[in-house]
């Protein structure tokens, strides 16, 4: 026997030698490992490649080109040219002439502007091609030869040039807005010295307007060349056999000899606070904010030791924005909205900013908030409790993220390598960072983020920013007020932040549970039914789709149509200031410390035909889920404190909407589709007047006070076993009536003839506003709800190839389509865009000429090809989503509707005289609804010289 022992304790003694210790993840001077799971590499002409392999959604793919080249590399006489150079893409490349390249996507279910875009930024442009169906081979070919052409062979065919001319301008119309104009008085200040300061990615409209082609070619040609490049394709396939076949078609690309040097251009440092102030007669609200420029970490330091940094300004970032949403929530406040953070402010700058929505006339005591807070943040720091809750909410997002590594789909993953490419950003496997995170983050101590925190504030590169209205009652500080009030700051005394005690549970004593009394399979779409002791019924459909998500919804009929006239507005904004009030014992504030570090989360909405509890959570928090719906039920909070705080900051948010004349075209657009109803009023600081404490309690009690009629749906990676006893013991043991209730008509009609209401507003930016609207009857089955929605995708291609492409008259024709159940039974089309005045009348005409074909000869049978590739597409992508699920059984159990059985057999067996024959029998031009807002004074529809941010 002892023999034995001797030989265990050898053999324990040799474990301890032999078995080596877990090796230390952090190193702070080393480089972060590349994810392994990516195909990576640089082609000989110097492009970069990333190939990842990825199974969600089955069969589909992403194809992105990124371009490390932006507006910045713009000369004057180019100035909105790299923008014009991305429009040019889509008009004509080497294999894909014209608008070849959009026709073919749209073939196989690709739709631009939803599937296939781009952007330009100031320091890179990227394109995209995503969710492809790569069903076959020649699919992948295709879309590589669509990026290979993007990198090389854009035609820029001079009758495309021309054309487009007039949709680069219909986009620097649409997005002319108060805050674009602000910002480009305030760029050339806050970037002085720098070629930031004079580019702002849309340009200068003379350049667009009357540039030599000569001009994009030189950009083109000295810009866009393999060693800028990067071709990123994610997706389920095999990435070994994508590489080859990238190294063959990308490798043909001739590099540029002796490229010209991509100059990099930084910002000044300033030894005194900058301010830069700018004021908008259209402006609605005045912001605040103040900067202070740190140098950005180069990209050769880019180590482990950065990704930890990163981490540490999550934590202060976190921290600091609670503080202030904690501070709003008082009525005294003198902000709307508030915030602080790190960012981005060039490649070589970044950031530590403050930034704050003043009420009316409150930007002093708003700026004195933000420094306060700040200064506070500086001098004290944060302290323990605050610090282990941004750890806990960090910690479970990683783990989230970790859980559904299986699940994650492919557009995710190509920001990963875009900022690689761009940025040199470390990109590492999840399951490398979440070792990581788990290794420092324990070690992340509150005295070595309140030392990074105090680093931040330094006495050089300040910026301060002010915008507001251009209007005689708004007091606008001076800058030397501004001035006065930061450098006092600096010497200001502040406590320290107090923590509040906070309670254990949500609710201090479990309720007796109820039962379940009937259990039963339901025949479709895989649902249990429960129905509870009280009445209430549980339906339950568990998925694999996601290991991390539950879904919740409940609903009951009734909703705001129970409520007469006088009630409209507070019901409207019932949910929201009830979201603002908490549950139980428990305010907003107090919940949202309570809960860090799990994912769980409930709302309310209230429709016009019913009542909604909605939630989501992981399966670890299902407890907690059900928690927040009893309570909602038997112990709603109403904070009059809350109440006033939010009434406080959305009154001063509207009182100077009118200022902005997009908010007239809106108002506009509901009066006239509520034919002036008195029960739908706009919201006003005047209408507001109406929405009291009292009678939002009194709508919640009404609306939520028995849950009897309320089905409940869960989905998602549900532990049946486990869900079963909450369900009993929360939903159960509601109190439960007996009332039952269906909608009541309260009168609400768009006109039944023709109407046209045209008006005219002063504007900054002159342009005119069109929105028309088709409806007609309709029995509301699933082949009128398929037809409207084909039809909705029908104009979308023939607006791009008629208004947009061919005229040049608008950056985009917004089109909706949908069907209505109550008041009535209607189909309902409604068309917006943005336009030049001059062009207005030929636009408009148009708008209605293909309503009307549509009627009368129906769609081409290329565009209904064209739209059941996108339908079935989607079909196919949607039942991999737990939303799709819940929207389902919701429509099918409480509606009647079952609108997924038979949706293929429904698409496939349109054509254009089916769609032709439903735009017949539903619409008719003489139930037509039009708005048309336009300039009141136009010296000019276009300013020969005049530049807006593309924000």
């Known amino acids: 026997m002892k023999k034995f022992v001797k030989l265990f304790v050898l053999l324990l003694l040799l474990s301890t030698i032999v078995t080596p210790v877990q090796a230390q993840l952090y190193q702070p001077d080393q480089p972060v490992p590349f994810d392994p799971n990516v195909v990576h590499g640089t082609l000989a002409n110097g492009m970069r490649y990333y190939i990842r392999s990825n199974k969600k959604p089955e069969k589909r793919a992403e194809f992105y080109i990124v371009h490390n080249v932006g507006a910045i590399l713009e000369e004057d006489n180019q100035n909105g040219l790299a923008h014009f150079t991305e429009h040019m893409a889509f008009n004509g490349t080497k294999h894909f002439p014209k608008k070849a390249l959009l026709n073919y996507l749209e073939t196989i279910g690709c739709k631009f502007g939803q599937n296939v875009n781009a952007f330009t930024g100031q320091d890179v442009t990227c394109y995209n091609i995503g969710s492809v169906p790569i069903t076959r081979d020649g699919i992948i070919d295709s879309c590589l030869l669509i990026l290979h052409d993007w990198s090389n062979y854009i035609a820029f065919e001079a009758e495309e040039i021309e054309s487009e001319r007039g949709v680069i301008l219909e986009e620097w119309r649409t997005r002319g807005s108060a805050q674009a104009r602000m910002s480009d008085k305030l760029r050339p200040i806050i970037y002085a010295g720098s070629k930031y300061g004079q580019r702002n990615v849309i340009g200068d409209t003379a350049v667009i307007n009357h540039f030599d082609h000569q001009a994009i070619f030189d950009f083109y040609h000295q810009w866009y060349r393999t060693d800028l490049q990067a071709v990123i394709v994610v997706g389920d396939f095999d990435a070994k056999m994508m590489e080859q076949k990238i190294i063959a078609r990308f490798s043909a690309i001739p590099a540029v000899e002796n490229p010209a040097p991509k100059p990099v251009y930084g910002v000044p440092d300033n030894d005194q606070p900058i301010i830069a102030m700018a004021t908008d007669p259209e402006a609605t609200n005045t912001n605040i904010s103040f900067y202070i420029k740190h140098p950005a970490t180069p990209d050769s330091l880019k180590n482990q030791q950065y990704l930890r940094h990163n981490i540490l300004t999550n934590f202060i970032g976190q921290m600091m924005n609670v503080r202030l949403s904690d501070l709003l929530k008082k009525e005294s406040a003198p902000a709307i909205t508030a915030n602080v953070g790190m960012g981005g402010f060039s490649p070589t700058t970044k950031v530590l900013y403050a930034s704050g929505t003043a009420k009316t006339n409150q930007t002093l005591p708003t700026f004195e908030m933000l420094l306060t807070e700040c200064r506070r943040m500086q001098h004290h720091g944060f302290t323990q409790p605050e610090l282990e809750r941004a750890k806990a909410n960090f910690l479970r997002s990683i783990e989230s993220r970790f859980i559904e590594r299986q699940n994650r789909e492919h557009n995710s993953y190509v920001w990963d390598y875009y900022s690689h490419f761009t940025q040199n950003a470390p990109t590492c496997d999840i399951a490398y960072y979440r070792d990581f995170v788990k290794e ?262 009404d609306r939520f006070s028995d849950p009897a009629d309320f089905t409940f749906v869960f989905v998602g990676n549900i532990d049946m076993d486990k869900l079963k006893p909450l369900v009993e013991t929360y939903l159960g043991s509601l109190p439960a009536g007996a009332r039952k209730e269906t909608y009541i008509d309260r009168g609400v009609r768009t006109p039944a003839d023709m109407v046209r209401t045209r008006f005219d507003k002063t504007m900054q930016t002159p342009k005119t506003s069109v929105f028309a609207y088709y409806s007609g009857p309709i029995k509301y089955t699933n082949d009128d709800m398929l037809h409207i929605s084909a039809i909705k995708n029908i104009l979308d291609i023939r607006y791009v190839a008629s208004i947009r492409e061919k005229e040049g008259g608008t950056y985009g024709v917004s089109v909706s389509g949908s069907c209505e159940k109550q008041p009535e039974k209607k189909a309902e089309i409604t068309l917006s865009f943005n336009t030049d005045s001059a062009k207005a009348e030929r636009m408009l005409s148009l708008l209605h000429e293909e309503i009307n074909n549509l009627m009368t000869q129906g769609p081409s049978a290329e565009d209904v090809q064209k739209t059941k590739e996108l339908f079935l597409k989607s079909f196919t992508d949607r039942q991999i989503e737990n939303g799709y699920w819940m929207s389902n059984i919701l429509n099918n159990y409480l509606e009647g509707i079952d609108r997924h059985t038979g949706y293929e057999k429904g698409v ?42 593309n924000k």
């Not at 439903?918 to 004074?937: D, I, Q, Y």
């Open 440 to 701: 420092v983050v324990p070690g992340i101590s509150v005295n070595e983020i309140n030392t990074l925190t105090a680093s931040f504030f330094t006495e050089k590169n300040v910026i301060i920013t002010l915008t507001a209205p251009e209007k005689e009652d708004i007091q606008v500080p001076s800058q030397n007020e501004l001035l006065a009030m930061y450098e006092a700051s600096k010497h200001q005394k502040v406590d320290a932040y107090e923590e509040k005690l906070l309670a254990q549970s949500l609710i201090e004593t479990v309720p007796q549970k109820g039962t379940v009394v009937k259990d039963e399979k339901l025949k479709k779409f895989d649902v249990h039914q429960w129905t509870l002791s009280n009445g209430i019924k549980v339906m339950v459909k568990k998925t694999n789709f996601k290991e991390d998500e539950i879904l919740m919804n409940g609903q009951s009929d009734g909703g705001m149509s129970q409520l007469e006239d006088d009630l409209w507005l507070s019901a409207v904004l019932m949910p929201t200031l009830v979201g603002e009030m908490g549950m139980g014992n428990h305010t907003t504030s107090d919940l949202r410390k309570m809960l860090a570090g799990k994912r769980v989360s409930t709302g309310i909405a209230l429709g016009d035909d019913r009542e909604i509890i909605s939630g989501n959570c992981s399966p670890d928090d299902m407890e907690l889920l059900l928690q927040q719906v009893h309570l909602r039920f038997t112990a709603p909070r109403f904070d009059r404190e809350a109440f006033d705080a939010y009434m406080a900051r959305l009154k001063p948010y509207l009182q100077y909407m009118a200022l902005n004349p997009d908010a007239a075209f809106r108002d506009s657009v509901t009066a006239l589709l509520t034919n002036r109803h008195p029960r739908i009023k706009s919201i006003s600081t005047e209408a507001l007047e109406a929405v009291t404490f009292e009678r939002v309690e009194q709508i919640y009690r």
């Open 908 to 949: 496939k067996k349109m054509s254009p005289k089916t769609l032709q024959q439903f735009m017949a029998k539903t619409f008719s031009p003489n139930r037509m609804l039009e708005v048309v807002m336009m300039p009141a004074a136009q010296p000019s529809s276009t300013p020969d010289s005049e530049t807006l941010s």
